[in-house]
């Protein structure tokens, strides 16, 4: 079970965008790597047609999972997150201040 779910909202913690934060809207549970909306942009040229105008954009890429933490809800700072078991449900607990994030 990975830490980081969809439309959570992270904090990247190393690489150019350092610091930066984003709302995931990706993951890939395979590669343990997230999309984060706005976060590690790298150019790309795009050759136009069908519909498409050439030019360069701006294609986010997956970052690795170690490479963002999870902005807790509740207290709004980087989450150290565990586990704990709720009604036979695993729910998410954040170590600061305890809550439940799911
Ligand atoms: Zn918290």
């Known amino acids: 079970?990975?830490?980081?779910?969809?439309?959570?909202?992270?904090?990247?913690?190393?690489?150019?965008?350092?610091?930066?934060e984003g709302v995931v809207e990706r993951i890939f549970p395979g590669d343990k790597k997230v999309l984060v909306d706005g976060i590690n942009l790298y150019k790309k040229h795009i050759k136009g047609g069908y519909g498409q105008k050439s030019g360069v954009y701006d294609i986010p890429r997956p970052l690795h999972i170690s490479r963002v933490v999870l902005i807790c809800p509740k207290c709004s700072k980087p989450a150290r997150v565990g586990f704990s078991v709720k009604e036979d449900k695993k729910v998410r607990v954040c170590k600061k201040c305890k809550a439940e994030i799911d």
Do not use: N, P
Request: no cysteine; hydrophobic share 35%.
């Open 1 to 20: 079970m990975l830490k980081i779910r969809l439309k959570d909202k992270v904090r990247v913690i190393s690489g150019k965008d350092k610091g930066r």
